[in-house]
């Protein structure tokens, strides 16, 4: 098994995204996919920003930066699906 690759997964995303759209998602798995694809780029956005603010010498601007990206996540945790695609 092992991780898709790049085309594989843009291949997945565009047939899910299709599926949505026509209403064929009925076991949820279309959802599902690009609720986590949606979900992993903001934490993988979450990992950049601590890893920036971390080299930054933990600065004021981007302990904001990190606080309001934050805040995303914790949204999305809360109202999952609101602010994705």
Request: charged fraction near 30%; glycine fraction near 4%.
């Amino acid at each position: 098994m092992g991780r898709p690759t790049k085309q594989e997964l843009t291949e997945a995303l565009a047939e899910a995204a299709r599926m949505r759209e026509q209403g064929q998602d009925p076991n949820h798995i279309a959802k599902s996919l690009l609720n986590h694809d949606y979900r992993l780029k903001l934490l993988e956005q979450l990992y950049d920003q601590v890893e920036h603010y971390l080299r930054s010498g933990q600065s004021s601007t981007e302990h904001s930066k990190l606080t309001r990206l934050m805040e995303k996540v914790r949204s999305e945790e809360r109202h999952p699906g609101l602010d994705s695609h």
